[in-house]
């Protein structure tokens, strides 16, 4: 492990014994887990280089208990780690040695179906695609949908605001959550939102929730839009000689005024990984492959597969196939939802960023990235939310071989290039340990001060999730001096009427 | 002695307006307000100062010579303007590339009696405005990407860049969205622009109760039909909108845009099963838009008064329940957006009735009821905005505190 994490608090590890009959009584029965062996299914999340065994884990069943075991560790100074099915790809979930790993998992039910107000209530530990298996029955669905889809919760996706190959026309997390309950650090249960919409005249706290890496508060209950499935969908996948064609092609569908589905793009590596892996029927011989999905009533879809299909003979496309049923626009999907793991059967180790860059910047990101390849000596399989400009390099490594270090600084190289080129570090897997140390890359002092003031006003004392997202925790007291003292500066000179 | 506490000192006539004209600028105006704790109203044109509580302020903070677009690609479908810049103006700008800003932003210039057009991006965002695309594709805090701010500490910062994606640190461009003017003063913002529709066309049922057309508007937007809009006139506030043109008799409005193709059979498969309801009408084009931006800007209100009117947000199915609960104490008119969840309401007594909205709202299952227009002795005297549970309240008060400690930033408005 690279990173340096927070110094365990001493006073709090010479209390194990103390601590571990206290939540007991909070949590009866088997809640509580402190034996080293079952604690081991807990050590990672799904960044797995980084490992600890937690403190003690959790595994409340109410928001009762929720609230008592936060108010215990607040007054007792024990830091908290959230976590829901643990697939975060940033180490958002990664335990402290001196902190309660609070899992959600037994929050596992739907609580509410509303068709007419076209929303669900459940608890954080449903998975994503639990949602959607809930409403499916009547012909609704719930629009982002991360490839972890089977595995993560809802939870984890509001804490990371997770994005799915179907946000560029659907939105992320952030734009599909209505209302939230959550507990706060010091045990106080909060109510945001609803079936109705915005909070007029209050401070987004549901916005600032959300994407806030367990570090603000404990989810607890999530009210979600569902959507009507659109009557058709289908997918066009579209070869190009030239990942910069593949680039031009989707500007241009754009630029069309079509924003489909999803539009995703790979290379020629994640091609052939994904092929070998699952059959899903992709040309071998492109250097790019672009998966367009067009939804909607069928005469629309219609209409816009004939214009993609030409906007992509322009662009210099050499082969293009339509899906003609179900079952193969399925087989489309599942080998870019396979990509990752086709891409673990041919590396025993991979690396996946996630900066996000203007869409124009590819080709020079594109070459960048081939010439980290020489340098580091490490090869680079590339998956694309392509309509958004989110990337995925997956840097191709072998840990055993002691190439860890090398493929962390490839990969931070990758994402410092984004940052250069005007995007930003991570598009949907979030900050986490993994890139906390880059935050300045991005933010000057003054900019991750502000943030952290947010964190201050939810959790003065840094217990929830400490060690994650920022690279340094100022304490509160610090941030909340002033500085600009009176009489410091005279009013200025402004020109004014 | 300053002169900002020379001007604060003095007749409240003489109150200074400070218009800074760079980043810098305005930082030190910030920093000189907080230095001499005077505190400032902030304000793009000042069209939407009719919204909230009166502020009590020694100086204003005008945005408007901090305007102009500074980025514009219609590719990558994304805009940087500095915040006083017109809302107008990039309204007219993305429009002639062909795409739109898709949260709709309303102008309530007409219903406090200001001409249309008058507003700021800044105050759009800080208003977090929204319009009947609202219950497709989500308010003014959905499209903002990024911004440039100097917060209550007289200190500039960024949060969020100008990529869709982007979940680096945490999103504080959300949490400035909406919040008045009360955290920090914007001074860039970048939000998401996206393709405007092809062709529109809106279904018009005729005739039906509010009850009947809840149910109505339900099954419409859960269907495929994928509806962006589905608005409710009673009786009588029909003929208030489109100059007349609707006519008198209910008309509960489903509007589908998009591509041509697609919005034609979205049209016919949405009105087979709408038909079955009442009397259909359809309405293209330039009609369905004026249509639509009456309903927009509540202009069904836009009466040139000051009589009380609420916009209240509550589950949609339950809207036309709060106005019937409400008619049975006080003479009230009301239309409805946003599926039947977003209820404008006019009280035609001039009281603002705050309680009876509220409790009207608690026994439906709770919402929110903002006085969105009011005379300033009654939005003085009134909660014009829902208040907050306690557990909340707190946490609000310690966000100002922490972006704002010493209260300089429109103290007041959102109290
Ligand atoms: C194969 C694979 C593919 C993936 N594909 C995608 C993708 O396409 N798009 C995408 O966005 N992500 C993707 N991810 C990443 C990951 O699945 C998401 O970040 C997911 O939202 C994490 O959910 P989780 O329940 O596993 O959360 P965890 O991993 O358990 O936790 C993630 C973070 O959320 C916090 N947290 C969890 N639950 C709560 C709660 N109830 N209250 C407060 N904080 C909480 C934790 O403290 C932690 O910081 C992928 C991961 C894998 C392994």
Redesign the pocket.
């Known amino acids: 492990m690279s990173i340096a994490m927070p110094k365990p608090s001493e006073a709090v590890l010479s209390r194990r014994e103390e601590i571990v009959s206290a939540l007991r009584v909070i949590v009866p029965g088997e809640g509580v887990v402190d034996a080293t062996n079952e604690m081991k299914a807990f050590e990672s ?2 960044l797995t280089a980084y490992r600890q065994l937690p403190l003690v884990v959790v595994l409340p069943d109410n928001v009762g208990q929720v609230s008592r075991v936060l108010k215990y560790c607040h007054e007792n100074d024990i830091p908290v ?9 940033s180490g ?2 990664l335990p402290l040695e001196d902190g309660v790993l609070l899992v ?1 998992s037994k ?1 596992n039910k739907v609580l509410d179906i509303d068709f007419d107000n076209r929303c669900a209530v459940v608890q ?1 530990g449903v998975t994503n695609l639990g949602i959607t298996k809930a409403v499916e029955h009547r012909g609704f669905y719930y629009a982002p949908d ?3 889809q089977i ?3 809802i ?6 605001n ?4 179907h946000c560029l026309k659907y939105g992320l997390t952030a734009n599909n959550v209505l209302g939230i309950e ?1 507990v706060t650090i010091e045990g106080e249960i909060v109510r945001l939102g609803g079936k109705h919409l915005d909070a007029d005249g209050h401070y987004d706290m549901l916005g600032l929730m959300t994407g806030s ?2 570090l603000l ?4 209950e999530v009210t979600v839009r569902i959507l009507q499935a659109p009557e058709t969908a289908r997918a066009v996948l579209i070869g190009f000689p030239s990942s910069e064609q593949a680039g031009e092609c989707v500007a241009s569908i754009i630029a069309k005024g079509i924003i489909p589905g999803g539009m995703e793009m790979m290379d020629r590596p994640a091609i052939h990984a994904a092929e070998d892996f699952v059959n899903a029927g992709y040309p071998r011989d492109v250097e790019a492959l672009l998966i367009v999905e067009l939804d909607g009533p069928k005469a629309e879809v219609d209409h816009l597969l004939t214009e993609v299909e030409a906007i992509a003979g322009e662009n210099g496309a050499t082969t293009t196939r339509v899906s003609q049923n179900e079952e193969e626009r399925a087989a489309f999907w599942a080998g870019r939802k396979a990509a ?2 086709a891409v673990g059967r041919i590396s025993p180790d991979y690396y996946c960023m996630d900066g996000t860059i203007p869409r124009k910047e590819l080709p020079k990101v594109l070459a960048g990235m081939k010439a980290m390849e020489k340098k580091y000596g490490l090869k680079c399989a590339n998956v694309f939310h392509a309509g958004d400009g989110n990337l995925h390099p997956l840097v191709l490594y072998d840990a055993n071989a002691g190439e860890l270090e090398r493929a962390e600084e490839f990969g931070n190289d990758i994402l410092k290039l984004c940052v250069e080129v005007g995007g930003v570090l991570t598009g ?3 900050v ?1 340990v993994e890139k906390r140390d880059l935050m300045p890359e991005m933010f000057s002092e003054t900019d991750m001060n502000h943030q952290q003031r947010v964190k201050c006003t939810f959790d003065a004392k840094h217990l929830l ?1 400490p060690g ?1 997202v920022f690279p340094q925790l100022h304490r509160c007291a610090e941030l909340g001096r002033m500085h600009v003292h009176k009489g410091e500066v005279a009013f200025p000179d402004l020109p004014r009427f | 002695m300053s002169q900002l506490r020379q001007a604060q000192q003095s007749d409240q006539s003489e109150s200074r307006t400070y218009a800074p004209h760079s980043i810098e600028e305005l930082r030190e105006v910030i920093a000189a307000a907080v230095s001499e704790e005077i505190p400032l109203a902030v304000e793009g044109t000042a069209s939407k100062s009719g919204l909230g509580r009166p502020v009590q302020a020694g100086a204003t903070l005008s945005m408007r010579n901090l305007s102009g677009v500074t980025l514009y690609e219609p590719d990558e479908l994304v805009l940087s303007a500095k915040a006083g810049t017109p809302i107008a103006e990039i309204e007219e700008m993305v429009d002639k590339a062909g795409q739109r800003l898709e949260f709709e932003p309303n102008d309530y210039g007409p219903l406090h009696g200001m001409g249309p057009g008058l507003g700021t991006l800044g105050g759009v965002i800080a208003c977090n405005l929204a319009g009947p695309r609202r219950l497709k594709q989500g308010a003014a805090r959905d499209h903002i990407l990024g911004v440039h701010a100097v917060s209550g500490r007289a200190e500039a910062f960024k949060s969020g860049g100008r990529v869709v994606k982007n979940v680096t640190g945490y999103d504080l461009s959300k949490g400035l969205a909406g919040s008045y003017g009360t955290l920090a003063v914007m001074s860039d913002i970048t939000i998401k622009v996206l393709p405007k529709a092809e062709a529109e066309t809106t279904l018009v049922l005729r005739g039906l109760s509010d009850e009947e057309a809840s149910a109505a508007m339900a099954q419409a937007m859960g269907s495929p039909a994928e509806a962006s809009g589905a608005a409710h006139l009673p009786a009588l506030v029909a003929k208030r909108v489109s100059d007349g043109t609707l006519g008198s008799d209910p008309a509960t409005l489903i509007r589908l845009d998009g591509f041509g193709p697609s919005v034609e059979a979205r049209a016919s498969h949405l009105g087979k099963v709408l038909e079955k309801r009442g009397k259909l009408e359809h309405l293209h084009g330039a009609e369905s838009k004026a249509l639509w931006r009456d309903i927009r800007d509540v202009q069904p209100f836009a009466d040139g008064t000051d009589c009380p009117v609420w916009r209240v947000s509550v589950a949609p199915t339950v809207g036309h329940s709060l106005v019937m609960g409400l008619r049975r104490h006080a003479a009230i008119d009301a239309f409805y957006d946003w599926q039947g969840g977003l209820v404008w309401l006019r009280m035609e007594g001039g009281e603002a009735e705050a309680e009876l909205v509220r409790a009207g709202v608690k026994e439906i299952g709770g919402g929110h009821a903002t006085l969105v227009r009011a005379s300033e002795q009654v939005r003085a005297a009134t909660e014009v905005f829902q208040p907050q549970p306690a557990a909340l309240a707190d946490l609000a008060r310690r966000l100002k505190e922490q972006f704002d400690p010493v209260g300089v930033l429109n103290p007041g408005r959102m109290g």
Do not use: M, Q, W, Y
């Open positions: 999340d799904g780690v959230p976590r829901g099915a643990g697939t975060s790809l958002g979930a959600l929050f954080p991360p490839s972890s595995a993560c919760s939870g984890g996706n509001i804490a990371e997770s994005g799915g190959v959550f890496e367990g508060g404990v989810v607890t990752f793991p949907e897997h979030g986490g999730n994650k």
